[in-house]
């Protein structure tokens, strides 16, 4: 297979991942796109390419392409694709997420079993009242999505005396968590946890997964993390919830439309967390994303079988 001596990269700021690529191979030729009308008039001439949120509908045009490396782990930004060519070997950046995203939701569970949203808004209000506050010891987490950042979880959490159960697509014995379900049973696993963890990939099977139906099943005292995707989630049913007391709290890192719109409900949910899709991002991001890129590279050009390759057909 022939080498590859120039790599483009489609994303609102390249030139970090521009600078850790000229570090780690600084013989190649590095070409940036920042939009769109870019992409589209040059990708005939990509061979490989790295990128975030492609634009749909132009992957026939993609004649030399080899391989295309997402710079994140969730590849629904991708597909569905029906015209990216079946040369095209994709990859994905899973795996470079774990601490920092198990961290992230762990932050976000303490936040809520040590009260912060109560603190930080009697502090607004100049209010000085005392609550009650809880122990992670003995709770139960219910972690959607056993990957490598959920198993990662598991491990912190069980670290503080938590029961850990889940879910995972494909079912096996797990180190530190006590029951792994199918998705099938996805409502039992609601039904039983103090906290819920969403770490699912979007796919036509999970879109939408938590509907009104499905919160219901949580216990009123129950939160709610969302580090997945929007997608996976009935906004309008949890903002119901939460505006009812129907859920003790929500943290949300990921919406269905980001930014999240002004008119959203979940701006005004009482005992709601939301972040700007950032439990994912850590200094020296794109130096990991550009060291599975170059290996991949190179795995191409060796005819091996890339690291992180996903199967579009299953969409992860």
Partial sequence: VSPIRRVHIHHEAPAPFAASLEALRPELEIVSWTDDDAFRRELPDAEALICYRPPRGHWGRAARLRLLQMSGAGIDR????????????????????????????????????????????????????????SLLGGATVGILGLGSIGQALARHCGALGMRVIGTQRSPKPLSGVEQVRPPEETRKVLAESDYVVVLLPLTPETRGLLDAEQLAALPRHAVLVNLARGGVLDEAALAAALASGALRGAALDVFEREPLPESSPLWQAPNAILSPHISGWFPGYTDRVAEIFVENLERLESGVPLRNEIDPERGY
Avoid: T, Y
């Fill in 78 to 133: 991708l597909l569905p694709a029906p015209d990216l060519p079946a040369r095209v070997r994709v990859a994905n950046a899973r795996g470079i997420h774990a601490e920092h995203m198990s961290e992230f939701a762990l932050a976000m569970i303490l936040a809520f079993a040590k009260r912060v949203p109560d603190w930080l808004a009697q502090a607004r209000k100049r209010e000085w009242r005392g609550r009650r506050v």
